[in-house]
């Protein structure tokens, strides 16, 4: 992991744990001030978000150490984990909203706020989660970061859930309070779906799946680029953790030198690394002439589509 991807995964945990204090502060005050119940359940979700906030910036600390000799690759594998226990703060907040719009719903108790005040603090919190959600989305995928991933996901939940209360105060204010806990309801739905998306991807990251198939081409064209290179098999890659490793054999002329046969592979080698998601790399150099060629229907695309 670069020192610059250090650095930008730790500021943008730092914003996330300061904006989201704040937010608590500013609902939390807001509540006090006028009672409404749906300022009250934004505060508490401001404040769940602030404590998984505070364990995602101690979790990209990890990530972001540098290697050591007890972990000689890094300590990128813990990244997924900290995307994991977001997806658990995103379930508790999901089901938190559901059971209240249900038990509002059921006992027709439904009573929202009317005063200017709570309108004013929901729509200062959607307008700061959109901001987040833009600047955190952008990150996590410049930098390849899922934990970053999973919580900008987060974030545009939090931007549906004020939006649903703002929602819920407006239809108050229209003479509809039962417009609140129908809102909240279908937010709750929305978030609890985002929660098993933000499971689903960073399973992936820990159990080794592969990347999307155009980032194998593209590794497979980079090693075929190579003018000694006259074919390629068994080409593996997959995430360890948020990066891809990447295994592959190489067939070249068995007349090469074993130091031209090292400059090939040495070249091959930074070519893929210079790919962005890409961390370790190894390939094996085969002799054309050995006949170890094995049918590989990625490296036949990429061949087929020159």
């Known amino acids: 992991m670069t020192d610059e991807r250090s650095r930008a995964l730790r500021r943008v945990g730092l914003l996330l744990l300061g904006a989201n204090v704040a937010l608590v502060l500013l609902k939390g005050g807001a509540w006090l001030a006028t009672g409404s119940l749906a300022v009250e359940g934004e505060a508490v979700n401001s404040l769940a978000d602030a404590v998984y906030s505070l364990v995602t910036v101690a979790g990209l600390y990890l990530t972001t150490r540098p290697p050591d000799f ?25 089901f938190t909203v559901l059971y209240q719009s249900g038990t509002a719903l059921l006992s027709g108790d439904v009573s929202v706020s009317r005063g200017p005040t709570a309108v004013a603090v929901l729509a200062v919190a959607a307008a700061a989660k959109f901001g987040l959600y833009r600047y955190v989305l952008a990150a996590g995928e410049r930098h390849n970061s899922p934990a970053l991933a999973a919580t900008a996901l987060d974030n545009r939940n939090d931007i549906l859930t004020a939006l649903a209360a703002l929602a819920g105060v407006a239809g108050a204010a229209a003479g509809y309070p039962v417009l609140d806990p ?12 985002t929660g098993i998306e933000v499971v689903r991807d960073n399973l992936g990251y820990l159990v080794g799946r592969a990347p999307a198939e155009d980032l194998r081409e593209e590794i497979v064209r980079r090693a075929l680029e190579h003018p000694d290179v006259e074919g390629a098999h068994d080409v593996v890659a997959h995430y360890v953790g948020p990066e891809v490793d990447v295994s592959l054999h190489i067939e070249v002329e068995g007349d090469r030198t ?11 080698v930074d070519s893929i690394r210079e790919i962005p998601e890409i961390d370790d790399v190894f390939v094996h150099v085969d002799p054309r002439e050995a006949g170890e ?8 695309r990429v061949t087929d589509g020159e």
Do not use: C, N, Q, S
Request: glycine fraction near 12%; charge should be negative; charged fraction near 15%.
């Open 70 to 94: 007890g972990h000689p690759h890094g300590h990128e594998r813990i990244e997924p984990f900290v995307g994991l226990f977001v997806a658990l703060g995103i379930f508790v907040a999901g």
């Open 258 to 268: 074993l130091m031209e046969a090292h400059d090939i592979e040495t070249t091959i």
């Open 293 to 300: 060629w094995k049918p590989d229907t990625g490296v036949d």
């Open 182 to 193: 129908l809102a909240a309801a279908v937010v709750a739905v929305g978030i609890l779906y």
